[in-house]
């Protein structure tokens, strides 16, 4: 039996549920994989004030460690109290338990392939879930709400111009700067001061965008 609206269909094992049915995290997955899941969690983090985005230092900082779902227990996690790059921490929620259960429930549904040799024997599903996952993100590109946005169209759906940046652009590299004189006896005079260079991350500068 099938339906003419949306991708419920009978497929023995499982079905696919309506697309509508679909939280932000199960649309990031769809549309961008683990990483555009991580994204979306941090976003909700940043937006009601539990975790803060320094956007000059691209570095994430918890404000209230207060977990709601699997993923964004994952998400402090990957933020100590000493804060975190935001690129590192992108890449640990990513591949945390709590991301891969979603990438585990969205196959067994029959909305991802559950491998690439499994694929080959089942192109009819792949292709429904192929057009799904499009139709999912174009319907969600005009979305109101900021998360289902971005989980279908990653950075494009973030309004402010800031946080877009930081997302975009990687982590800066470490740099080894030499020490300024030093005319005491501090046993570390001579070694290299690690600072990261474009980032200013010891320098005092940078603040969260709203």
């Known amino acids: 039996m099938e339906r003419s609206r949306g991708v419920r269909r009978s497929t023995g ?41 320094w956007a000059a230092r691209h570095r994430l900082s918890v404000v209230r460690r207060e977990p709601r779902d699997a993923v964004e227990t994952a998400a402090f996690e990957a933020v100590p109290g000493k804060g975190a790059l935001l690129g ?23 909305l991802l392939p559950g491998s690439r040799l499994a694929s080959l024997w089942q192109r009819r599903r792949v292709r429904t879930a192929r057009a799904a996952r499009e139709r999912l993100a174009e319907r969600e590109r005009s979305a109101s709400d900021l998360l289902r946005r971005v989980a279908a169209t990653g ?51 940078g603040g969260g965008s709203d």
Do not use: Q
């Open 13 to 53: 094992r499982c079905s696919m549920r309506d697309d509508g049915e679909l939280d932000h995290y199960e649309i990031a997955y769809l549309c961008g994989g683990p990483a555009r899941v991580a994204m979306v969690a941090l976003l909700a983090l940043h937006r009601d004030g539990r975790l803060r985005i």
């Open 155 to 205: 950075t494009a759906g973030i309004e402010d111009t800031t946080i877009r940046r930081t997302f975009e652009i990687p982590d800066p590299k470490p740099v080894d700067l030499p020490r300024g004189r030093w005319t005491g006896s501090d046993p570390t005079h001579g070694a290299p001061s690690h600072r990261y260079g474009g980032g200013g991350y010891d320098s005092g500068g």
């Open 88 to 110: 590192a921490a992108l890449k640990e929620i990513a591949g945390s338990a709590a991301v891969r259960e979603i990438g585990r429930r969205l196959r067994a549904e029959g």
